[in-house]
């Protein structure tokens, strides 16, 4: 599973696929249009693999669909309320607002982290800290949204635990979205699980002619 595209100022492009041996992955991205210049971008990872796993999945991903324009802790207590008759799921959210700014929140295992350029190779600028739980059946007593300011170039990889967590000194930032998450599911996704990685290219603001 291959997509891309644009959105507000982001460019951006998700790579997965299944478990080897089955058809369906429990692994989830989402990409809505927030409102108001923001664009918001989830990563969905539901227990286990297969069939319901992927009912986890699709029961958030249509609650996020519905309520986009809330704020991040309330568009996660509502995932765990569609959820809690499902097996759960490893849930992470991060918008990007029109300020320049990148608002994030995560339970269970999605990793988050912004790559930027720098001398010798990428280093990750900052990483989203994940509370422990599972949205459907145990959330974290406190959700709190932490919000990092993000400059043009930026990159945002949002992956599953079936993509190794090393990947990041290998990314090539001079390639397009679609081309770099092609590459981190082909080089870094296990054979032990589903895998899916979402990429977002903050490209800054277009200024009005003066």
């Not at 696929?17 to 108001?36: C, E």
């Not at 992470?92 to 608002?103: K, P, V």
């Not at 599953?160 to 001079?174: K, M």
Request: glycine letters at 10%; charged letters at 20%; a negative charge.
């Amino acid at each position: 599973m291959r997509e891309d595209g644009f959105i507000g100022t982001v460019e951006w492009a998700v790579a997965g696929r299944a478990l080897p041996g089955q058809r369906v992955s429990g692994d989830r991205s989402v990409v809505l249009d927030a409102g108001g210049g923001s664009v918001l971008f989830a990563v969905l990872d539901g227990l286990g693999h297969g069939a319901a796993a992927a009912d986890a999945s699709d029961r958030a991903a249509q609650v996020l669909a519905e309520n986009r324009a809330e704020p991040l802790d309330v568009l996660m207590l509502l995932c765990h309320r569609a959820m809690s008759d499902t097996r759960g799921a490893a849930v992470s959210l991060a918008l990007f607002d029109s300020g320049d700014r990148l608002h994030w929140l995560g339970v269970g295992n999605v990793d988050s982290r912004i790559v930027a350029a720098a001398p010798g190779k990428p280093a990750v600028r900052a990483a989203m800290l994940v509370s422990g739980g599972i949205v459907g059946y145990r959330l974290p007593a406190h959700l709190q949204t932490q919000t990092i300011p993000v400059r043009p170039g930026d990159l945002l990889l949002m992956s599953t635990d079936g993509i190794t967590s090393d990947f990041a000194d290998g990314v090539d930032l001079s390639k397009p979205t679609s081309e770099i998450t092609a590459d981190l599911l082909s080089k870094h996704a296990k054979d032990t699980d589903d895998a899916l990685v979402l990429a977002v290219r903050h490209r800054g603001h277009l200024k009005s002619p003066t």
